[in-house]
């Protein structure tokens, strides 16, 4: 086993953990010379990294660089990984099985977005693809606010989505595991003490949920199933979801085809070890 960690300050870098630990920069660069120095590397976890490591992983992908190799990806496939990054792909994808998605546009440009929060009308939420932790997303009121975040935005992802803003709703997430087999289940949900708007890096978030009806925890713990089975998640995954308080209606807000920090949090909340059990079933 080899890790790749430039975090000196964390218990995984123990002499335990792998054969061998390289305190090295998650970039393509540094990953291809660690492939090139270890022949015997034949298969690569990316779910394990946070985003970072997502991000990375599909550009070595997209330059062919694990093919060169030999190197498999291990557990969830990357095709699933770009459509569960991808705002608009998994805006697609959720279409496809009649998964509510907040009505949203993906744009590339400043210009594109304003043109979208014109036609979905203000407030709108921006959401920026392939970032960590809401980086460069937000609620705008007005075109001002959508120029200065977009700017923003922009700079960081290559891609933002603009959607309607459900401002107020509640903010509930579920943790599911999946195999290769299709069997799955949901470990637990989690829902955030303040309703959305409030990232949930910035929240406080409580597992169980304790404000649902049993009618909405069933109907949310489906849907996670059904989005989980529809895009090949292999190991584990969260499911972000808006719901209505006055109507029960929902959407999907995103997926994290990988272990987050929810995934800590809720392992920690039920002592049911997700890290371990997602690495067993991607191997």
Not at 55 to 65: C, K, R, W, Y
Not at 223 to 251: K, M, W
Request: hydrophobic content about 40%; charged content about 20%.
């Amino acid at each position: 086993t080899i890790l790749i960690n430039p975090n000196i300050a964390t218990i995984q870098t123990g002499d335990s953990e792998a054969d061998v630990v390289y305190f090295l920069p998650i970039t393509p660069e540094y990953i291809e010379q660690v492939m090139e120095k270890e022949p015997d590397i034949d298969g690569c976890l990316l779910t394990f990294g946070g985003q970072t490591a997502l991000n990375v992983g599909i550009q070595l992908h997209d330059a062919g660089t694990f093919e060169k190799y030999g190197v498999k990806v291990l557990g969830t496939p990357i095709s699933t990984l770009v459509k569960s990054e991808d705002r608009d792909l998994f805006s697609t994808a959720l279409l496809e099985i009649d998964e509510p998605a907040a009505r949203s546009t993906a744009v590339n440009s400043v210009e594109d977005a304003l043109a979208a929060a014109e036609v979905i009308g203000y407030p709108v939420m921006v959401r920026s693809a392939f970032c960590l932790g809401g980086l460069g997303s937000g609620i705008c009121e007005n075109e001002e606010e959508m120029k200065t975040l977009c700017s923003t935005s922009l700079s960081l992802a290559p891609q933002v989505l603009v959607e309607r803003s459900m401002k107020g709703w509640k903010e509930v997430e579920y943790e599911i595991v999946r195999d290769g087999n299709d069997n799955c289940i949901a470990v637990c949900n989690m829902e955030n003490f303040d309703p959305l708007g409030t990232h949930t890096g910035d929240s406080i978030v409580v597992a169980p949920s304790q404000t649902l009806t049993d009618y909405e925890y069933h109907k949310l713990r489906t849907a996670s199933i059904n989005i989980v089975r529809h895009l090949g998640v292999v190991g584990e995954c969260n499911v972000q979801f808006a719901l209505d308080p006055e109507t029960s209606n929902y959407c999907v807000i995103e997926m994290n085809a990988r272990l987050s920090r929810s995934s800590a949090l809720a392992s920690k909340a039920t002592g049911y070890p997700l890290a371990f059990v997602a690495a067993k079933l991607s191997l």
